[in-house]
């Protein structure tokens, strides 16, 4: 895929349509168009397309900011679930890079659904931040110490299967929606006794101090690309996609392209909650996967390893193929 998208880079356009390297601000006193960078307006969103900003102006790259409201933004009376996802923090964003009017999305890899757009491609994945969940509370440091009947807050089909398989009853998993200041202004009004979050957003809000532990895998496994960016771009737009090459890892790649294609290929004939979790290490490449049961009594997990310089989707599929093998609703 990357050698498709940086073939015969064609450089980009000032506004008299001379060539020009790059995105510089300015060729001879002739004003160029910036890139122009498609994000949500949350304020976890902004922060993560203010550090792409950031990246590209480190390269002499202008950037312009472009907010786009999205159906998960506009729709907060209703569970994820419910007002249809995959692709409810995503669609509005993708339309606007296939009518060309950003450059470059910039998303959380865990809201970007698997199933590939014509003419956009994920061009490039930098370096993950945590993929861990996080326990917040106010009145325990982990879950278990929790009082029976307590409130846990998430808006997570995973997160609330796996909490039921290694809880059960023992309390009252019940959903919430709303940016990560929203749910925890929700739990300091009472309205819950703990919320499982994830550990990269609240970091990268500076909100470190609300976590009172982790849920640490193969305990709690993660969602497929947590903790992750993705920037995507329109397949022929290879001079964006070769900007971006400087800020891939290849090892956060590897990862998460081999959880989104077991998750891809799951979702062929699968609707249960879906964990995985890629890692790197010694230039091989492990990936555990786990399905869940929706009432979270059983947890399928498979785990299989392959040398960093193989496909990792290859990967991804083989463990999707044994999962599926293994799952019983």
Same mark, same amino acid.
């Given at each position: 895929?990357?050698?498709?998208?940086?073939?015969?880079?064609?450089?980009?356009?000032?506004?008299?349509?001379?060539?020009?390297?790059?995105?510089?601000?300015?060729?001879?006193?002739?004003?160029?168009?910036?890139?122009?960078?498609?994000?949500?307006?949350?304020?976890?969103?902004?922060?993560?397309?203010?550090?792409?900003?950031?990246?590209? +102006?480190?390269?002499?790259?202008?950037?312009?900011?472009?907010?786009?409201?999205?159906?998960?933004?506009?729709?907060?009376?209703?569970?994820?679930?419910?007002? /249809?996802?995959?692709?409810?923090?995503?669609?509005?964003?993708?339309?606007?890079?296939?009518?060309?009017?950003?450059?470059?999305?910039?998303?959380?890899?865990?809201?970007?659904?698997?199933?590939?757009?014509?003419?956009?491609?994920?061009?490039?994945?930098?370096?993950?931040?945590?993929?861990?969940?996080?326990?917040?509370?106010?009145?325990?440091?982990?879950?278990?110490?929790?009082?029976?009947?307590?409130?846990?807050?998430?808006?997570?089909?995973?997160?609330?299967?796996?909490?039921?398989?290694?809880?059960?009853?023992?309390?009252?998993?019940e959903d919430i929606r709303g940016n990560v200041e929203?749910?925890?202004?929700?739990?300091?009004?009472?309205?819950?006794?703990?919320?499982?979050?994830?550990?990269?957003?609240?970091?990268?809000?500076?909100?470190?101090?609300?976590?009172?532990?982790?849920?640490?895998?193969?305990?709690?496994?993660?969602?497929?690309?947590?903790?992750?960016?993705?920037?995507?771009?329109?397949?022929?737009?290879?001079?964006?996609?070769?900007?971006?090459?400087?800020?891939?890892?290849?090892?956060?790649?590897?990862?998460?392209?081999?959880? +989104?294609?077991?998750?891809?290929?799951?979702? /062929?004939?699968?609707?249960?909650?879906?964990?995985?979790?890629?890692?790197?290490?010694?230039?091989?490449?492990?990936?555990?996967?786990?399905?869940?049961?929706?009432?979270?009594?059983?947890?399928?997990?498979?785990?299989?390893?392959?040398?960093?310089?193989?496909?990792?989707?290859?990967?991804?599929?083989?463990?999707?193929?044994?999962?599926?093998?293994?799952?019983?609703?």
């Open positions: 895929m990357l050698g498709v998208l940086l073939a015969h880079v064609r450089p980009f356009a000032c506004e008299m349509d001379r060539p020009t390297p790059m995105f510089p601000t300015r060729i001879n006193n002739t004003p160029c168009r910036p890139l122009r960078l498609g994000t949500r307006g949350s304020t976890l969103a902004r922060w993560q397309a203010n550090w792409t900003a950031e990246q590209l +102006r480190a390269q002499g790259i202008a950037v312009e900011m472009v907010i786009i409201a999205t159906s998960g933004d506009i729709i907060q009376n209703e569970s994820i679930v419910s007002i /249809g996802a995959p692709g409810v923090f995503t669609k509005e964003i993708q339309r606007a890079l296939l009518e060309n009017r950003i450059d470059l999305a910039v998303h959380s890899l865990k809201d970007l659904p698997t199933e590939p757009i014509a003419g956009l491609a994920l061009a490039a994945v930098p370096t993950r931040a945590s993929f861990r969940d996080a326990f917040v509370s106010l009145m325990a440091e982990r879950i278990e110490d929790l009082p029976r009947g307590a409130r846990i807050g998430t808006g997570s089909l995973r997160r609330k299967t796996q909490l039921l398989h290694h809880f059960g009853n023992q309390y009252h998993i929203t749910r925890l202004r929700k739990l300091k009004q009472g309205a819950y006794e703990a919320l499982i979050l994830a550990e990269a957003g609240l970091l990268r809000l500076g909100l470190a101090d609300s976590i009172r532990s982790l849920l640490e895998p193969p305990f709690f496994l993660p969602a497929v690309g947590q903790g992750a960016l993705g920037w995507e771009v329109r397949t022929e737009d290879r001079q964006t996609a070769e900007v971006l090459q400087p800020l891939n890892d290849p090892a956060t790649w590897a990862a998460v392209f081999a959880e +989104r294609a077991m998750l891809r290929k799951l979702q /062929g004939g699968c609707s249960a909650p879906i964990a995985a979790l890629g890692m790197v290490k010694d230039a091989t490449l492990t990936l555990h996967g786990r399905i869940l049961s929706l009432d979270g009594t059983n947890a399928f997990d498979a785990t299989q390893s392959a040398p960093l310089s193989d496909n990792p989707e290859t990967l991804g599929i083989n463990v999707a193929e044994e999962l599926t093998t293994l799952y019983r609703p």
